[in-house]
């Protein structure tokens, strides 16, 4: 039944996809004249509202059938903890906690309020105009902040597709379709990804497959905007997402018959309102998560479902060199799951505050606040304070900034209430986070760019056993995370050489995070690195093309993870390298790019999770077209 149920769902998403395809070769008008001119997505690393410290990775469009974590792997010193193609994706940020992480879309918190994390394999790069990587922020989150946001969908008609085919059945497409007129505009898209991921293992010293490890994930998305005059506009959003994945025996396992089946709906009502120098923003969003669990191997059969209602205000002045901003929000929260026994709710709320100086000779200062509260229980206080200056000298810039803030995170439902483990007395996590930053840029082809980094963690909250061996969430330990991020960007000047293209982008980064205190008497952690954190994470791309010819590689080296607290017992570094190979063809009507792919060129064998294998060598081709 279930995969009858997959079989159905691929084959209406293909269905869809195909449709809208014939629909527009109905339009004769052409759309190109002699450029190609293939849609961005654009990586931001953005520190304050200024322009330090602002990293932009351009000319993605191959990453839209793609999801988030193919990106942050490749262009950034992000480490993610993945369980294979498709399967749980978790964030690392700067020696954090997945919780720590938290991701927005549109401006609304998208974690799961049950664990407190987003699974990024879940998420569709192509579904978003533009994707940040925000540290240091006016808000709570302790690590950073993956803003995913969706611009106004363009006027005229346009089709989009890419489909990307390759080794262990993997098939993954991705189509968008934008259309409208002056009044009214929309989008709608649609991702499909269906794996095998059969990939050979080696297991007691045995060659087999990998087992039980289907993945069909399809989702939909749709965008409306009704411009009602020039001042008042409206936005509604609703985007669906839909996973069936089983999930592999681990490498200790001979099998394995569990299966997760994940839900996802989030709607978002928005109306924005502009009158001369200020701005107004108002915007209702609906989130429901469920997530299905069954093994019949252990008899397991658990649901868990989440509600949640976000509702934000953001007002935005600008006076001379002053900028005012205040933003108010009220959530209500409510999750049910067999491992709670009842159902729970709550309600979120809070208000901040900044503004903004901007000196005529490059000077800014920001300074803020922000106050949030669970039901009636207050967040620490958090304040915000930044300070920056940059100068433009011809073709040169050059920028430095400091930031200092507090943060916290509130206990998710999963720490409050886990029936026979909960902590209904767990205090917040707090921190106080530091960062330095300097930006050079020369004319349009070199971007370099550093950060220094620290960030002091109290109470941060860690499952352990107790005496009876049961596992229980405390607020067991203080933690110190530190460390440096560089990065590189190089492109070749367009009047170099006619139809020569040249680009790089070398990320690294180094990090220290260890445990400095705990409640447990003689605990071998402390001074140790935290489990799953590199010391270091190098990610590393360069491409040159001619005459719509390109050959790319992808290298990424991923440092030695400890896997346990006292640090005995570790996973080994890797390498890995990837090379593409492409071509650009453009049409009277429609603009066209091939590629094809070897990942893991040099066929490591290597592990993100332990005992959780990855592929070896393989290879993928995509198409993508633009009408």
């Not at 931001?44 to 509202?49: A, M, N």
């Not at 006016?138 to 006027?155: D, T």
């Not at 100068?391 to 209430?417: C, M, V, W």
Request: with cysteine; net charge positive; hydrophobic share 40%.
């Amino acid at each position: 039944m279930w995969r009858l149920q997959q079989t159905a769902q691929f084959c209406c998403s293909a269905l869809f996809a195909v449709v809208g395809l014939c629909c527009l070769a109905e339009e004769n008008k052409p759309l190109f004249n002699d450029t190609v001119e293939l849609k961005e997505v654009v990586i931001t690393d953005s520190k304050t509202i200024g322009t330090n410290g602002k990293r932009q990775f351009q000319h993605l469009e191959n990453y839209a059938a793609r999801k988030l974590p193919n990106l942050l792997n490749e262009i950034s010193g992000i480490y993610l903890k993945n369980y294979g193609n498709g399967q749980l994706t978790s964030i690392a940020v700067r020696g954090t906690t997945t919780s720590q992480t938290e991701v927005l879309w549109n401006g609304v918190k998208i974690n799961s309020p049950m664990l407190g994390q987003s699974d990024f394999a879940l998420l569709n790069v192509g579904f978003h105009n533009s994707i940040a990587i925000q540290f240091n922020q006016l808000n709570s989150a302790i690590g950073s902040n993956i803003a995913l946001n969706n611009s106004i969908p363009e006027a005229n008609t346009h089709f989009e597709g890419t489909i990307r085919a390759g080794s262990y059945g993997l098939l993954e497409s991705n189509m968008n379709i934008s259309y409208g007129n002056t009044a009214i505009r929309g989008a709608t898209k649609v991702a499909v990804l269906k794996c095998n991921n059969n990939f050979p293992v080696l297991k007691n010293e045995v060659a087999t497959k990998q087992a039980n490890a289907d993945v069909l994930q399809w989702a939909l998305f749709q965008q409306l905007n009704y411009f009602i005059n020039n001042k008042n506009e409206i936005e509604l959003f609703a985007w669906y997402n839909t996973a069936n994945r089983e999930i592999p025996p681990t490498l200790l396992q001979e099998s394995s018959k569990a299966r997760q089946r994940d839900q996802s709906l989030r709607t978002m009502l928005r109306w924005k309102f502009k009158k001369n120098s200020w701005r107004l923003a108002l915007s209702s969003a609906y989130l429901y998560e469920t997530l299905h669990y069954t093994n019949y191997l252990l008899l397991a059969n658990d649901k868990s479902t989440s509600h949640a209602w976000r509702n934000n205000a953001n007002f935005q002045y600008n006076i001379k060199s002053f900028h005012v901003e205040a933003t108010a929000f009220a959530d209500v929260e409510i999750a049910r799951s067999a491992g709670y026994g009842a159902r729970y709710n709550r309600v979120l709320s809070g208000f901040s505050a900044k503004a903004s100086y901007y000196q005529k000779h490059g000077f800014t200062f920001t300074a803020g606040l922000r106050q949030e509260f669970m039901n009636t229980k207050a967040s620490p206080f958090m304040p915000f304070i930044s300070g920056a200056f940059t100068k433009q000298l011809h073709k040169h810039f050059i920028g430095i900034e400091l930031t200092a803030k507090r943060s916290f995170r509130f206990p998710t439902f999963n720490d409050l209430y886990w029936q026979g483990s909960g902590n209904a007395q767990l205090q917040a996590e707090k921190s106080w986070n530091a960062e330095i930053a300097a930006t050079y840029k020369w004319d349009k082809t070199i971007t370099l760019t550093a950060s220094n980094y620290y960030a002091w963690i109290s109470n941060q909250i860690q499952w352990t056993p107790d005496v009876s061996g049961n596992w229980r969430p405390q607020n067991l330990k203080n933690v110190f995370a530190r460390g440096l991020e560089t990065a590189l960007l190089f492109s070749l000047p367009k009047t170099t050489l006619k139809h020569l293209t040249a680009n790089t982008n070398l990320s690294y980064s180094y990090t220290l995070s260890t445990q400095t205190s705990s409640t447990l008497a003689n605990d071998n952690a402390l001074g140790k690195q935290v489990i799953y954190v590199p010391r270091h994470r190098i990610s590393a791309t360069a491409s040159v093309g001619y005459y719509g010819f390109e050959i790319s590689a992808f290298y990424r080296y991923t440092g030695m993870r400890f896997i346990s607290t006292d640090n005995s017992d570790a996973l080994p570094s890797y390498s890995l390298l990837d090379i593409e190979f492409a071509k650009a063809l453009l049409l009277p009507k429609a603009a066209l790019r091939f590629a094809f792919r070897i990942n893991n060129v040099c066929n490591t064998i290597y592990q993100d999770v332990a005992q959780r294998a990855m592929p070896p060598r393989n290879f993928e081709g995509t198409l993508n077209i633009k009408l």
